[in-house]
């Protein structure tokens, strides 16, 4: 809701909630809250897919899905158990390489969070442990490493799937931020 508060008090009038590879952001969102309902603020249902491509990662919005589409939710679980495995097998990785162990309350807390797990996270708990100042000294130090050590393939679906995962919802798809993958310009 600050987002919302936010986007009202600087006269947005159409917002999307586009969260990256996860819908519990807008399904969280109560659009009957008097904030929203009194402002007349237009809030599109969305989602921001990560699909796989040669050079990398590209970003794949979907707007005016339907949050609850059974394959897209479906999707988004398979999603978030991976980033669980993920973070797990780097949190190993640290602690082998360098000995780092966090305590299992910290460990089960992010397993039980409402969010995609990731590296952040665990630089989050690096700097609350002294084993880092900053989220960038973490990856640095330990986790930039860490990830290359795990990953066994890049993170991120084919990107035809992130598209009939979009259009099966009823959605519309669009590429987010296409300067950043230095496409040719024909």
Request: with cysteine; glycine share 6%.
């Amino acid at each position: 809701i600050e987002l919302i508060r936010h986007a009202i008090e600087c006269k947005v009038g159409v917002i999307a909630i586009t969260d990256h590879d996860t819908l519990n952001g807008i399904k969280s969102l109560d659009k009957k809250d008097p904030v929203i309902v009194d402002s007349g603020i237009q809030i599109i249902d969305g989602i921001e897919l990560s699909a796989k491509t040669s050079k990398g990662i590209m970003h794949i919005l979907g707007y005016d899905i339907d949050i609850n589409d059974i394959n897209l939710n479906k999707k988004m679980e398979e999603l978030k158990d991976n980033s669980i495995n993920s973070v797990l097998s780097i949190m190993e990785q640290i602690k082998r390489d360098y000995d780092i162990v966090f305590r299992y309350d910290d460990i089960r807390d992010l397993v039980n969070s409402n969010h995609n797990l990731g590296r952040p996270d665990l630089a989050k708990l690096c700097i609350k442990y002294g084993y880092a100042t900053s989220v960038q000294d973490a990856f640095d130090k330990y986790l930039i490493d860490a990830y290359n050590k795990t990953r066994k393939t890049s993170k991120g679906m084919p990107y035809d799937e992130c598209l009939d995962l979009i259009s099966n919802s009823r959605g519309i798809p669009v590429l987010a931020h296409p300067k950043s993958l230095e496409l040719p310009e024909k």
